[in-house]
Nanobody, 123 residues
């Protein structure tokens, strides 16, 4: 199983980025895919998740109304559209997979992780 995160970069405040998490060897229907982020000297934070089983989504309060998660089963890819980016969104973003009946709130419970992609929001 592999997860490949991509799409990070440098963007000005108010700008947008779309992250992609391309999976292989994984049946998305049986998993929840989440995006976590970790800034320097901060704990890893779950920002969004989507169930491949029923499409249920989760957003942290800090990103609600700005970020949108979606899934393309044909491409085995989960996207995170990030709009109205703020400097506090700066972090390394990781995608991770957990079986649908797992505790998706706990990063320690996730089975597979991508390598991370850097997002920097700065003028």
């Amino acid at each position: 199983v592999q997860l490949q995160a991509s799409g990070g970069g440098l963007v000005q405040p108010g700008g947008s980025l779309r992250l992609s998490c391309t999976t292989s060897g994984l049946t998305l229907d049986d998993n929840i895919i989440s995006w976590f982020r970790q800034a320097p000297d901060k704990e890893r934070e779950r920002v969004s998740g989507i169930s491949g089983t029923d499409g249920t989504t989760y957003y942290a309060d800090s990103v609600k109304g700005r970020f949108t998660i979606s899934i393309d089963n044909a491409k085995n890819t989960v996207y995170l559209q990030m709009n109205s980016l703020k400097p506090e969104d700066t972090a390394v973003y990781y995608c991770a997979a957990i079986e649908s009946d797992g505790d998706d709130e706990d990063p320690l419970e996730y089975d597979y992780w991508g390598q991370g992609t850097q997002v920097t929001v700065s003028s």
